[in-house]
């Protein structure tokens, strides 16, 4: 029972880190799709590109609030954490920047790829925009281990950044050693899909111009 007890702090730190670097994922990814939802919805998208504004502006303009945003939900998070449970989820010391960042790249390129969907085909899938991120949630081991996934959904877990980033920081609460080659891991992957979304972006875009903008709107 003491040992029980004794083990409660550590993993009530284990849950709510989860919980707070999940936002990181998920905030970023619907910050991004609904700033350019709400660019449709006030009919701006021609009146923008009527300017000499070109495509990486204003993607690089979409990632950067996004990325603001982001970084302001994630530090009230840790701060109710702090106030509501007296858990310090920076008690994770300095792996906090490197965990935090995988996963802000993540939500970026998640966001991305979401965002060119929406281009593509319009208002009418919008809902992807808030229900996208989360379908990568049970993949990405936010409160479980891989090891308890079905053996499909284990390989396709393998192929998340974000898995290896919460099991890494659940590795590191519980033992204490540096995931390393987690980190490693998860960053080739998010510089895989960041060029892989912004290739697929561009893709869906020009298609779209081709289309006619004002379609979107």
């Given at each position: ?33 609904t700033c ?5 919805w006030n ?175």
């Amino acid at each position: 029972m003491a040992q029980n007890v004794k083990s409660m702090p550590n993993a009530l730190l284990i849950l709510l880190s989860a919980l707070v670097f999940w936002q990181a994922i998920w905030r970023g990814a619907n910050e991004l799709t609904t700033c350019l939802l709400e660019e449709m919805w006030n009919r701006n998208l021609m009146p923008l590109f009527a300017t000499p504004l070109t495509v990486s502006e204003w993607l690089t303009g979409l990632i950067i609030l996004s990325f603001i945003k982001m970084i302001g939900t994630v530090s009230f998070c840790i701060l109710l954490s702090w106030i509501l449970y007296s858990v310090n989820v920076l008690s994770i010391d300095l792996l906090l920047i490197p965990f935090i960042f995988s996963l802000l790249i993540m939500g970026i390129w998640v966001g991305i790829f979401i965002s060119a969907i929406i281009i593509r085909f319009g208002q009418r899938i919008q809902t992807l925009a808030w229900s996208g991120a989360v379908v990568l949630m049970p993949f990405c081991a936010v409160f479980y281990p891989v090891s308890v996934l079905p053996v499909w959904a284990q390989i396709v877990a393998k192929a998340v950044p974000g898995s290896y980033v919460f099991e890494g920081m659940r590795g590191y609460l519980t033992t204490g050693q540096i995931p390393i080659p987690n980190l490693l891991i998860s960053y080739g992957l998010n510089f895989i899909y960041l060029i892989s979304s912004l290739w697929f972006f561009n893709l869906c875009f020009q298609k779209r111009r081709e289309i006619g903008l004002g379609s979107l709107e």
